[in-house]
């Protein structure tokens, strides 16, 4: 199985701040890398698919990024409702791994 | 608007089988390659399984293989994952999700059922 390394696992912040979250592959996956919002108690949400396409409906200010086998989500001014638990996703190979997901705290 | 309503959740004791299901509407179900992903409670997500558009290809996790059977009925517009053996482990939320055509993510997701596997 592909294995995603995803950095940090937790992250304090404040309202106005650009968040920066990285994911690894432990092999090539090209551009088959997703990103995914959950909030408490509530279904994750897609905010990126193929690395850097922004899903319909998605705030501009989310952004995705490949190199390589680096991936990086980037929120570029954090607003009151980004606060939640984030996930990169391999879709390149079955399973679909997630990666351990990075929890944005206000700061 | 797209809708995906899991349903068949509950407590379980290990070893004893239960069925969710998950009931799409509001886009045509039969065009979307369908998925099972669970969550342990405070963990990640894990996707355990999927099934394509005609039901021809299941793909299971080694975690599920040989005790979880995915299905589907077009007609019904409903996906479903029966559950058998079920072990403490299993005890999560499960999420239906879709898949779009020509694309690999999980852009739509149900709001999930609680199973729970304890004596």
């Known amino acids: 199985d592909i294995q995603m390394t995803q950095s940090p696992s937790s992250l304090s912040a404040s309202v106005g701040d650009r968040v920066t979250i990285s994911c690894r592959a432990s092999?090539?996956?090209?551009?088959?890398l997703n990103w995914y919002q959950q909030k408490p108690g509530k279904a994750p949400k897609l905010l990126i698919y193929a690395a850097s396409n922004l899903q319909s409906g998605v705030p501009s200010r989310f952004s995705g990024s490949r190199s390589g086998t680096d991936f990086t989500f980037i929120i570029s001014s954090l607003q009151p409702d980004d606060f939640a638990t984030y996930y990169c996703q391999q879709s390149y190979s079955s399973p679909g791994t997630f990666g351990q997901g990075t929890k944005v705290e206000i700061k | 608007q797209v809708q995906l309503v899991e349903s068949g959740g509950g407590l379980v004791k290990p070893g004893r089988s239960l069925r969710i299901s998950c009931a799409a509407s509001g886009f045509t179900f039969s065009d979307f390659y369908m998925s099972w992903i669970r969550q342990a409670p405070g963990k990640g997500l894990e996707h355990i399984s999927y099934?394509?558009?005609?039901?021809?290809?299941?793909y299971y996790a080694d975690s599920v293989r040989g005790r979880f059977t995915i299905s589907r009925d077009n007609a019904k517009n409903s996906l479903y994952l029966q559950m058998d053996s079920l072990r403490a482990e299993d005890t999560g939320i499960y999420y239906c999700?879709?898949?779009?055509?020509?694309?690999?993510?999980?852009?739509?997701w149900g709001q999930g059922t609680l199973v729970t596997v304890s004596s």
């Open positions: 092999r090539s996956i090209s551009n088959y």
């Open positions: 099934i394509s558009t005609s039901g021809t290809t299941k």
């Open positions: 999700a879709r898949t779009p055509a020509t694309r690999a993510d999980l852009d739509y």
